[in-house]
């Protein structure tokens, strides 16, 4: 048989993956390891979805999603992120993973070398080797909360960089990128003329600062990611959109085609009425995440493993460096022996292998007490050490 393709092939599986199928066999485990809302769908938007159905709003819509939709979606952005778009520029997507994939298709060739942050996301890593371009990573680092810094980036371009992405609020580290920092990166594009990828999936989950969209300093080099997942608690429904300049969303309309043809027609009707039905939920969720977010920094705090705070997004990255182990092998140890199961740094790339990732978006009580139980375990195993 012939081989298959070497991008596919070659491209690594997710490190959180590994424990969410070690947790899933372990029914009494606390999970702190996915990035998922414990909340469910506000009633409002799964009636809407159901209404449509019914109605037989059922068929292929535009690869570009709902005009109706697409007409709110630029309404929002407007309200919430302060810039001005029109429908044109708005497309849909399966979620802002597919966005994301998108994106690489309209703006890259083999070969291209995109800067990416170093702990990230993982999927933009798998996205970019996927389509046999080439990942460079920035570093973010603790001492500086996370915040990516210019003079890092600097030495990483060269002739074949083409796009520079940024995450904020950002998944792994909570971290929300002060205005200037932002500047400077926007700055920083037009210098060496990249485009910019800013993944915002979590902007209406801040709790100190103020999220800054780059779009507002460049809004046609700026390719805009947005998402319901997170905001509305609707991460199985697969709904998020992409901003961009008019040619760049022309291209992406085509090339949603092949792909996806267009994102669920009921799906659309829902996050139509989530944009249009009361707003109190995000605040209510993130008024949540907010909470669980002190909490756990007051016993980091308390047992001496206190780091940095995350002002958005709800995750919080640990320091286990004095368990002595690599953060993969100490989160399949923590599973096993404490029944926590956690995210390892080294999912999220090299600079992160001294971390693990919480997930605050878990219920109260059972966080803390995974929290404690992380916390005597790096004791124990340090102890262990002597
Ligand atoms: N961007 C970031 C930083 C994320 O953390 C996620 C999901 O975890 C996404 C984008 C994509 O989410 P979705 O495809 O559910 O919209």
């Keep these: ?63 570009a999603g709902l005009s109706s939709l697409r007409e709110l979606l630029a309404q929002r952005v407007e309200r919430v992120n302060d810039y001005h778009v029109t429908m044109e520029q708005v497309n849909v997507a399966v979620g802002g993973v597919q966005g994301v994939i998108s994106t ?80 400077a990166l926007v700055e920083f594009a037009q210098k060496h003329d990249l485009y910019l990828l800013a993944d915002e999936v979590y902007d209406e989950i801040i709790f100190e600062g103020e999220h800054i969209s780059p779009a507002l300093y460049d809004p046609e080099r700026t390719i805009s990611l947005y998402s319901f997942s997170k905001i509305y608690a609707m991460t199985g429904w697969r709904i998020g959109y992409v901003i961009a300049n008019k040619e760049i969303s022309k291209t992406i309309s085509k090339i949603q085609e092949p ?38 920094v007051d016993v980091l705090k308390e047992q001496g493993y206190y780091v940095y705070t995350p002002n958005g997004a709800f995750y919080i990255m640990v320091d286990i460096s004095d368990s002595g182990l690599d953060s993969r092998q100490f989160a399949l140890k923590l599973l096993e022996e404490c029944k926590v199961a956690i995210a390892p740094g080294t999912a999220f790339g090299n600079y992160g292998r001294d971390f693990i990732r919480i997930s605050l978006a878990t219920e109260k009580n059972l966080l803390l007490e995974g929290v404690q139980r992380l916390c005597q375990y790096i004791k124990h195993l340090k102890a262990e050490r002597g």
């Design 1 to 63: 048989m012939k081989t298959l393709a070497r991008s596919a092939v070659e491209m690594p599986s997710s490190g959180i993956r590994e424990i969410v199928h070690v947790a899933m066999t372990m029914p009494e485990a606390i999970r702190l390891e996915v990035g998922e809302p414990n909340f469910s769908t506000p009633p409002h938007i799964i009636e809407a979805a159901y209404r449509a159905a019914s109605e037989g709003f059922t068929k292929y819509l535009p690869s």
């Design 104 to 183: 690489f298709l309209a703006l890259l060739n083999a070969g291209d070398e995109v800067l990416m942050p170093d702990p990230a996301w993982p999927n933009y890593e798998m996205g970019l080797l996927l389509r046999e371009a080439v990942p460079v990573h920035y570093p973010l680092y603790v001492e500086n909360a996370f915040i990516p810094r210019v003079e890092d980036l600097e030495p990483l371009v060269t002739e074949r960089t083409k796009l520079l992405i940024i995450n904020s609020p950002s998944n792994p580290t909570g971290a929300v990128f002060p205005e200037e920092t932002i500047k």
């Design 259 to 296: 792909q996806i043809s267009c994102v669920s027609s009921v799906g659309q009707k829902a996050a139509e009425a989530a944009l249009t039905g009361p707003q109190d939920c995000i605040r209510e969720m993130r008024d949540s995440y907010h909470e669980r977010r002190d909490v756990v």
